[in-house]
């Protein structure tokens, strides 16, 4: 499956965004779903995932602030990212994922084996 990502743009500090996640074919049977980020000069980072099953998990620096949320219907997958920080600036990143439960995420280190299909990335940029 191809992934193609959007929505990303300029906001300022307490705003927020939509970031959307668009499949070439079904995201039914994808294990799970995954939006990651990378800001200048570190490395990327895995911020929320989304399983088969509805389960959810996020990094602690997103924790409250984002929401994933994944329509099979239209194959997207959704972050909607509100009270935004200037931390929150990086390209976001959508993949598919090979774990089936949230835990294979946070118990474990990643590596680039643990995902499939990537797409393009969109800019978050967040003023101060």
């Known amino acids: 499956v191809q992934l193609q990502a959007s929505g990303g743009g300029l906001v300022q500090a307490g705003g927020s965004l939509r970031l959307s996640c668009a499949a070439s074919?079904?995201?039914?049977?994808?294990?799970?779903m995954t939006w990651h980020r990378q800001a200048p000069g570190k490395q990327r980072e895995l911020v929320a995932t989304?399983?088969?099953?509805?389960?959810?998990n996020y990094a602690d620096s997103v924790k409250g602030r984002f929401t994933i949320s994944r329509d099979n219907a239209k194959n997207t997958v959704y972050l909607d990212m509100n009270s935004l920080k200037p931390e929150d600036t990086a390209v976001y990143y959508c993949?598919?994922?090979?774990?089936?439960?949230?835990?294979?995420?946070?118990?474990?280190?990643?590596?680039?084996?643990?995902?499939?299909?990537w797409g393009q990335g969109t800019l978050v940029t967040v003023s101060s």
């Open positions: 993949a598919t994922g090979q774990g089936s439960v949230c835990a294979y995420y946070y118990t474990r280190k990643l590596t680039s084996a643990d995902f499939g299909s």
């Open positions: 074919g079904s995201i039914f049977d994808i294990k799970s």
């Open positions: 989304i399983i088969a099953g509805g389960g959810t």
